[in-house]
């Protein structure tokens, strides 16, 4: 946390009387910490307090006060958000995460959160019914998608008096996640271009049938997210999915293999590297009846399938210098298969994993993989976070990008 530049957001929550304390962990770390509040926070500590502890000035209103004659307006929010390496909002009201998931800005830390390129942290405190309501926890798996790290609230007594979920959790704890977001997220990327496909394809057989695959688009919108947090400008071609967009991300919408390899060809040609995260259909329906099958005019259905042209190798052939990154989903022989890939199809890392396995599977958070490299090089991970996966990855093509300085 040396020298970092950290931005504070603190709302209007009982927790907020722990603000004061955050700033100091933050700042004894070497973090320089600048504090931006909502009005409702200054019922349960001062700007002063928080002034004085971050020996900076405090921000709580979104315009500059006009008592006077004149009146002194700057786009401040703009350059504190290029300003910072990262935002941490602590508490955060379950009103504050509302505004956030829904893209408002009518106060000092949702209009700055709006301009924000950097990491954010939120950490909700709110009382248990509160925290536990649908529509906060909807709110919360959003922020998730949309790649900001969600602290989650420790249970104990409240100050209702109930006991359960979202009390702040120990001022340790935060720092300690600052400590490791900024460690993931350096931005060693800045200045690079980066494709990342997700998702399944859907093949048509019919007006209302497609067939497709299990793939939920996790591992490649944690990529793009975790590529874009540092530094790179990062492009998404996705399959059909419901998870919503990392921020600072450039998301094109495709739904089968043909329209995947025309995208993926066309944005190919001005980045330095890509990731096929994507479950690409290896094969598609020869044909696609016009109407819908009728159950009562089919007792029987073949359906004749072709095979699809394989983006990576397309890639592999005209790679002009780019780093491609490929995946092997494999549930038999799996190394020797990923080998095979890696090599045919001209590639510089590719990562291997199994469905079947613990923590590995269709829809989940977690993976387990292992990456081979073109030297031989083979890397198990143990079951982590798809965040964390994608961290691996990014590792290996920023020394691949390092190697060609």
Partial sequence: ????????????????????????????????????????AKEFVTPL???TLSE???????????????????????????WADAMLIAPATANTIAKIAHGFGDNAVTSLVLALRCPLIIVPSMDVEMWENPITQANVTALKQMGCFVVPPEEGELASGLVGPG??????????????????????????RILVTAGP????LDPVRFIGNRSSGKMGFAIANAAALRGADVTL????SHLMTPRNVK??????????????????????????????????????????????????????LSATKDILEELGKQKNGKILVGFALETGNGMEHAKGKLKRKNLDVIAVNNPLREGAGFGSDTNTV???????????????????????????????FGSEA
């Fill in 201 to 204: 394809t859907y093949e048509p």
């Fill in 1 to 40: 946390m040396q020298s970092k530049k950290i931005l504070l957001g603190v709302t209007g929550g009982i927790a907020a009387y722990k603000a004061p304390l955050l700033v100091r962990e933050l700042k004894k770390g070497g973090a320089e910490v600048r504090v931006v509040m909502t009005e409702p």
């Fill in 56 to 82: 900076s000035e405090v921000i709580v209103g979104t315009f500059p006060g006009q008592a006077g004659a004149t009146v002194n307006a700057s786009t401040w929010h703009i350059h504190l958000a290029r």
């Fill in 251 to 304: 998301r094109f919408d495709v739904e089968t293999a043909a329209e995947m390899y025309q995208a993926v060809i066309h944005h190919a040609k001005s980045v330095d590297a890509v990731v096929m995260a994507a479950a690409v259909a290896d094969y598609t329906p020869s044909t696609v009846a016009a109407e819908k099958i009728n159950k009562e005019d089919e007792s029987e259905l073949t359906v004749k």
């Fill in 237 to 240: 071609v996705s399959g059909p």
């Fill in 167 to 192: 009390r702040l959790p120990e001022i340790e704890t935060i720092v300690k996640v600052v400590s490791e977001v900024l460690g993931k997220t350096h931005r060693d990327l800045a200045g690079k």
């Fill in 370 to 400: 292992t990456l081979l490299t073109r030297n031989g090089e083979a890397k198990h991970l143990p079951p982590m976070s798809k965040f964390d996966v994608a961290t691996k990855i990014l590792d290996h093509i920023a020394a691949l």
């Fill in 49 to 51: 307090t928080l002034s």
